[in-house]
C-alpha cells in the first residue's frame, strides 16, 4: 500500500502542479479566472489519440503534435472569446464555461460517449528502492519534471518571465513602465494552454481518455489553488503535491475511497477557506477604499 500511495501520489501530483500552475499563472497576470483550463487538457489527450491510434503517427511525433495544436487553439480562443470581454470578470467566467461545454459537446459529436486508450510510450516495469513503478508512470514524471524546469527558467531566467512577474505584480505600474500587458497576457495564455497539453498528452496513455475528463481534475485544481493560494506559482507546486497525496491516501486506505477523493479535495478546499482564506502563500487582499 506504501508503495502505491507513493507512486500514485507523486504522478497525480505532478500532473495537478502542471494544471495548477498553468491556471496560477493566468490568473496572476491577466486576472482570468480560466473554467477552461482543464478543457485544453482534455483537448491534449484526444489531439493524441486521434494522431496516433486514428492517423498512426508515431507518439514521439504525435505528442509535440498534439501540445502545438492544443496551444494554437488556446490563443484562438483567447483572441476570440475572452479578451473582447477581459475587463467584465463575470464576463470572462461565463465565456471560459461556455467554451469547456464546447469542447465536451463537440467531442461527444465527434468520439461519442466511449473510453478510449492510448498506447503507452513504453511497456514494462522498473524496480526502483523496492517500489515496483511502470515505465510510462515514469515517463509522467520525467515530463512533468522537465516542464516544471522548463516553467521556472522561463519565469527566472528570460527578459519574457520578467515581463510576466511584473504584469502579475502590478498591471497598472507594468504598463506605465512601457511594457505590452495584452501581449504578456497573451504569451501567458501560450505558456498556460501548454502546461495543460503536457499535462494531457502524458496522462493519455495513463488513464482512459473520454469527454467529461476535465471535469474531475477542473475540481481538484481549483482546491489546489485555493490551498496555494490564488496566483501563487510556489503554493499551486505544494497544494499539488498535498492534494495529490492526500487522494492517494484516501483511495488505497479508505474502503470506497475512489469515490471519496474528489469530495475530499473539496474539504480541503472549504477548511483552508474558512481558517486562511488567502492559501498557504497567498496574499491577502484589502479592499480599496
Known sequence: MFQDILVTGL?????????????????????????????????????????????????????????????????????????????????????????????????????????????????????????????????????????????????????????????ANDLEIANLMGMNVNRVAMLTVGISATLAAVAGVVVAPVFVVDPFMWLSPLVTVLAIVVLGGLGSLKGSLIGAFIIGFVEAITVFAVPAGAFLKGAVALTIMVVVLLIRPEGLFGVAFEEER
Not at 498512426?56 to 501540445?67: E, F, T
Not at 483567447?78 to 467554451?99: G, M
Not at 516542464?147 to 522561463?154: E, G, I, K, Q
Open 11 to 167: 504522478v497525480n501530483g505532478g500532473v495537478y502542479a502542471l494544471l495548477a500552475i498553468g491556471f496560477s499563472l493566468i490568473f496572476g497576470v491577466a486576472r482570468i479566472v480560466n473554467i477552461a483550463h482543464t478543457g485544453f487538457y482534455m483537448l491534449a489527450a484526444y489531439a493524441l489519440y486521434s494522431l496516433a491510434v486514428k492517423a498512426g503517427l508515431p507518439l514521439a511525433a504525435a505528442m509535440p503534435a498534439s501540445v502545438i495544436g492544443v496551444v494554437v487553439v488556446s490563443l484562438a480562443c483567447y483572441k476570440l472569446a475572452i479578451e473582447p470581454v477581459r475587463q467584465h470578470d463575470a464576463a470572462v467566467l461565463i465565456a471560459t464555461i461556455a467554451l469547456a461545454l464546447i469542447f465536451q459537446e463537440s467531442l461527444l459529436i465527434a468520439f461519442g460517449g466511449h473510453y478510449l486508450g492510448v498506447p503507452a510510450v513504453a511497456d514494462g516495469f522498473a524496480t526502483i528502492l523496492g517500489v515496483r513503478v511502470s515505465y510510462q508512470r515514469l515517463v509522467v514524471l520525467a515530463a512533468v519534471a522537465v516542464a516544471l524546469l522548463a516553467t521556472w527558467f522561463l519565469l527566472n531566467r528570460t527578459r519574457l518571465g520578467l515581463a510576466i512577474r511584473a504584469t
